[in-house]
């Protein structure tokens, strides 16, 4: 037996069981709830139910009310009429206005059918309202990311278009100094490599909304790879003001693919510089238990413990955007990419405290 939550307008105890009896030989197991009046009714939609049954003549209440009544407060609950005295004029009355079918109570052969077919109609009407709710999500999200992707882009493009500026203005007066020259070279690589990781970090979310991850793995020594990352953060580090410890407990071996895990390293380092007030940055590799393990630490802002969460989201931010700017996606793609390795990450902190961010992995290579 099927079981089914019945929300019955009726006003006749021996109709109500009738229309039971009938629910039962149909193969369900109906929970009935019967009510007479618009309060009733009213009180009784706060609740779950599957489908509204409804008489059309009462004394101090109608099927028309009472379908006016369901509609707009439960739009999507399926609603039929069961009744013995209505005409064929006020029938179709009652399915223009909302109601999924009617049912003569000289006929309730027909009662079962008609139920499951609105059963059916309100499943497919609740997943085209889910799958639209997710289009609309879906644009929600791809218009707030092109909009943090279009500022952040700005910036380094202009400050490169200035250098370039600079520099042709430099060569055309002949004054291309050695020392300038280097200096405003360095500005303009700079700016190029930070166009290149947006685009590259632009290409991370575009791949991670296609699907699950694909890694290539490839024998490697995690030390030394942050150790490389680390190198590339060391001036960014200074200027900063930060100091940047690095402490690696080799061998740190194992398969996991080199390109992903350097995206993540990247991400918790450009994170631990950008909010850690310049105080010094911790890094450091080990192995525990079977895990090889990345901390990043740093003596920052710290994040407060309702937000640790939403950071691992998709434009999860804990601070605003036009403080400290970023896509709000680089933590995300970092679990993500954690996850696919059979891995975690992690942080604690909490506000002023610093936040220390640790990345687990499995040494051995998960089998399916």
Known sequence: MKPLR???VEDSPDDALLVT???????YAPEVRRVESAEALSAALEERWDVVISDYAMPAFDGLSALRLVRQRRPELPFVLVSGTIGEERAVEALKSGAGDFV???NLSRLVPAIERELRDAAMRRDRRDTLEKLEAAVEARDQFLSIASH???????????QLQSLARAVEAGDGGGERLGHKLRMVT???????????RLLDVSRVGEGPLDLVREEMDLGDLVEEVAARFADAAREAGSSLELTVRRPVRGRWDRLRLETVVVNLLSNAVKYGSGQQIAVAVRTAEGRAVVEVSDRGIGIDPSDQARIFERYGRAVPERHYGGFGVGLWVSRLVAEAHGGRLEVQSAPGRGATFTLELPLQEPTS
């Open 104 to 106: 003569a109570k000289q």
């Open 21 to 27: 009896l009938e629910l039962r030989r149909g193969g």
């Open 6 to 8: 019945v929300l019955m």
């Open 152 to 162: 952040e882009l700005k910036t380094p493009l202009t400050a490169l278009q200035l």
């Open 190 to 200: 700079r700016s190029t490599e930070r166009l290149g990781e947006l685009v590259n």
